[in-house]
């Protein structure tokens, strides 16, 4: 599976749009784009996915280049309750035992 | 559906006793994973059944570790003896493996050795 570049930390302030990139430049035609969240103490959280078309969803908004080289997850309103790690994950479907969950970005939203 | 159910939530357990975690998935869910958490080594995939068989145990940490699925509906994964290196959160995830493999984790169980 392609592995995932994601900046460590990022900072949001409540109630604005909250964007959060990953590269994945070594993507496969195949391969979805999975993002994930982990609120502290808690298991990992789907949230949205994607193969090359953008996506929306009562959570968040998926955004992937033409390319697919790279994507944006985009929390339209975030509260403080979005605070959390966030994980992107690319891999083909039915193959969630071969990929990882690397080091994903903290997302602090401040008041 | 009440989610994936972990327990014990807590465990603390003294170097060399058995330790087991119990892991029941979502109805219908034919893929498990087990998953261990901390600081250091982050999030790794320990195991994961499809269909109650497992497909893939590379990420086991040595022979200390064992996992089984014995029906659809439970798993346990056994450290027999447990060290201190082994305290970590332990999350199990089911899924369905078609058409899209979205896991939904567990609350996941805190376990201390000391």
């Known amino acids: 599976d392609a592995k995932t570049t994601q900046p460590t930390s990022m900072d949001c302030a409540e109630g604005r749009a909250a964007n959060l990139p990953c590269n994945h430049s070594?993507?496969?035609?195949?391969?979805?784009v999975y993002w994930y969240r982990q609120i502290h103490s808690q298991g990992p959280q789907y949230i949205i996915h994607?193969?090359?078309n953008n996506e929306t969803n009562e959570m968040a908004s998926l955004i992937i280049t033409e390319d697919r080289k790279s994507s944006t997850l985009i929390l339209p309103h975030a509260t403080l309750r979005d605070t959390a790690v966030y994980y992107c994950?690319?891999?083909?479907?039915?193959?969630?035992?071969?990929?990882?969950f690397g080091d994903g970005t903290t997302l602090t939203v401040k008041p | 559906d009440a989610g994936v159910i972990q327990s014990p939530r807590h465990e603390v357990t003294e170097m060399g006793q058995e330790v087991t975690l119990r892991c029941k998935p979502i109805?219908?869910?034919?893929?498990l994973f087990w998953y261990r958490q901390t600081m250091m080594r982050g999030l790794e995939l320990l195991i994961y059944?499809?269909?109650?068989?497992?497909?893939?145990d590379s990420g086991m940490p040595e022979d200390r570790f064992s996992a089984k699925m014995p029906n659809a509906s439970f798993s346990t994964l056994k450290i027999q003896p447990s060290e201190p290196r082994d305290s970590a959160v332990y999350f199990c995830?089911?899924?369905?493996?078609?058409?899209?493999?979205?896991?939904?984790f567990g609350p996941g169980t805190r376990l201390l050795v000391l």
């Open positions: 109805s219908g869910h034919n893929s």
């Open positions: 059944f499809n269909n109650n068989v497992p497909i893939d």
């Open positions: 994607g193969l090359k």
């Open positions: 070594t993507i496969s035609g195949n391969e979805y």
């Open positions: 995830a089911s899924s369905f493996r078609e058409p899209r493999e979205t896991q939904y």
């Open positions: 994950i690319v891999r083909v479907n039915g193959n969630a035992g071969k990929s990882t």
